[in-house]
C-alpha cells in the first residue's frame, strides 16, 4: 500500500509516502502483528447536544452520532471524549488511540512519530496544522492500540504497534470523511 502511495504520489495523485518509523516489539519479545482492518457500517451522523452521551457500534467509535464541534488536531496527553473525535473523523481524519493501563512510552512514542511523519495535508495549509490527524489516550479502549477513521478501525491486540499496518490503514482511509475539512 505504501508502494502505491508513492506511485500516486508521483503521478500527482494521492498522498506521498510516509517515512516508516520502526514498529515496536511484541510484548512477548517479538514481531508485532498486523493491525486488524474492519468496516464499520452504515454510519449515522447527527449532531447531539454537548454532554449527550452516544453508544456506538465499534471499540473504538468510526463514526456515529457527535458533537457539533470537534477535537484539535495533534496530540493529546488526556482522553479525548469520542463524541468529540467522531466529528473528526466525520471531516476525514484518522484518530490514533491507545490504552496503557501503566505506562507505555514506546507505544506512544511509536504513534507520536506515525502522526509526525505524515506528509502536509493542502486542506490545513496556513492553520498551523500539517494534517488531519488526532492521537489520544483512550481509557475504554479494548485493545491497547487502535485507529480509527469514518467508518473503518484498525485494532493491534498486542501491546505493540505494527506500523506498517497501521500506516497502510492511514493511506487508504485518509481524508475519506464525508466532510473535507481541516481546521
Request: proline share 12%; charged share 10%.
Amino acid at each position: 500500500m505504501v508502494v502505491l502511495a508513492a506511485v500516486l504520489a508521483a503521478c500527482g495523485h494521492g498522498r506521498a509516502a510516509v517515512p516508516e518509523p520502526a514498529p515496536t516489539p511484541a510484548s512477548d519479545g517479538g514481531v508485532c502483528p498486523p493491525g486488524t482492518v474492519a468496516s464499520v457500517a452504515p454510519c449515522s451522523y447527527t449532531h447531539v447536544a454537548l454532554g449527550t452521551q452516544v453508544q456506538y457500534a465499534s471499540n473504538p467509535p468510526a463514526c456515529g452520532d457527535h458533537y457539533p464541534i470537534w477535537s484539535e488536531w495533534g496530540i493529546m496527553a488526556n482522553p479525548v471524549p469520542p463524541e468529540y473525535f467522531v466529528h473528526n473523523e466525520e471531516h476525514g481524519g484518522v484518530v490514533l488511540l491507545y490504552n496503557c493501563p501503566s505506562s507505555c512510552p514506546s507505544i506512544v512514542t511509536t504513534l507520536t512519530q506515525v502522526l509526525e511523519n505524515q506528509p502536509a495535508d493542502p486542506l490545513c495549509a496556513g492553520s498551523g496544522v500539517n494534517a488531519r490527524m488526532l492521537l489520544t489516550p483512550d481509557p475504554s479502549l479494548d485493545v491497547p492500540v487502535a485507529a480509527a477513521a469514518w467508518g473503518w478501525t484498525w485494532r493491534e491486540p498486542d501491546a505493540c504497534v505494527d506500523t506498517a499496518s497501521l500506516q497502510a490503514f492511514i493511506d487508504a482511509h485518509y481524508g475519506q470523511g464525508r466532510e473535507a475539512i481541516c481546521p
